[in-house]
């Protein structure tokens, strides 16, 4: 069975300074994904960035990077240049591998709630 | 274009009633999901239709869940009877075939009194 963990219930960073959410995962499977959410306070998740497993670069959209260990089984992401909008939850998550490309039933983490102090 | 709609925004029942949870998903997604969020814990899985048909509902908790998607359009979720554990928020995902993005809807937050 596929678990993710997020050790880090709250975190707090400076605005414009850089931040790390913490993810680690277990599945026995050899293709995946790997996925970061973004939930703020009105309630919709948002998607931020995907990480397939046999990708070889890690994975960047704008201010955000996902810092993928594969051996150590850790996602991480990053978010460069805090600002005020980015205080949200937020959910790293991980897609089962099934025979055709887009399936989404994914398992998620328990979340980190990140506030970004002015 | 529209994103994915989910009503009502919050329901609160009584254990014991009946209640129904509308998703619609972007148009053209033949993709549907649906998970669920206790407080406190991890959002899980319930189940998933390509248009019409489930594919998989290896999460849905028990008989009392009941997912319905007409026509490949919009779905429904019925919780009948509603117990106190049901409680949570309900979410909704779309995404066409061949893409590694969902989209999900607000989420639908029910409360079992």
């Known amino acids: 069975a596929q678990k993710i963990t997020q050790t880090q219930p709250g975190m707090f960073v400076q605005e414009k300074e850089a931040v790390t959410l913490d993810c680690t995962y277990d599945?026995?499977?050899?293709?995946?994904?790997l996925f970061w959410y973004k939930q703020p306070s009105s309630g919709e998740m948002i998607f931020l960035i995907y990480q397939g497993s046999y990708d070889e670069q890690n994975a960047t959209e704008g201010r955000y990077s996902l810092n993928f260990q594969k051996a150590r089984k850790s996602a991480n992401l990053v978010i460069s240049a805090s600002q005020l909008g980015d205080s949200a939850m937020y959910f790293c998550?991980?897609?089962?591998?099934?025979?055709?490309?887009?399936?989404?039933?994914?398992?998620f983490g328990i979340g980190t709630k990140l506030q970004v102090i002015p | 274009e529209a994103g994915v709609t989910q009503f009502p925004s919050h329901s609160v029942i009584e254990k014991g009633q009946t209640v129904t949870l509308r998703c619609d998903p972007i148009s053209g997604h033949d993709n549907l999901y649906w998970y669920r969020r206790v407080m406190g814990k991890e959002i899980k899985f319930l189940l998933h239709f390509v248009k019409e048909s489930k594919q998989d509902e290896s999460g849905m908790p028990n008989n009392r869940f009941l997912a319905e998607r007409t026509g490949g359009t919009y779905s429904t979720l019925k919780v009948q009877p509603a117990e106190l554990e049901d409680s949570g928020v309900y979410f909704c995902?779309?995404?066409?075939?061949?893409?590694?993005?969902?989209?999900f809807g607000q989420g639908t937050r029910l409360t079992v009194v």
């Open positions: 599945t026995s499977d050899q293709s995946y994904g």
């Open positions: 998550a991980m897609r089962e591998a099934r025979e055709f490309v887009g399936y989404q039933k994914v398992t």
């Open positions: 995902a779309s995404s066409p075939q061949g893409t590694t993005e969902a989209f």
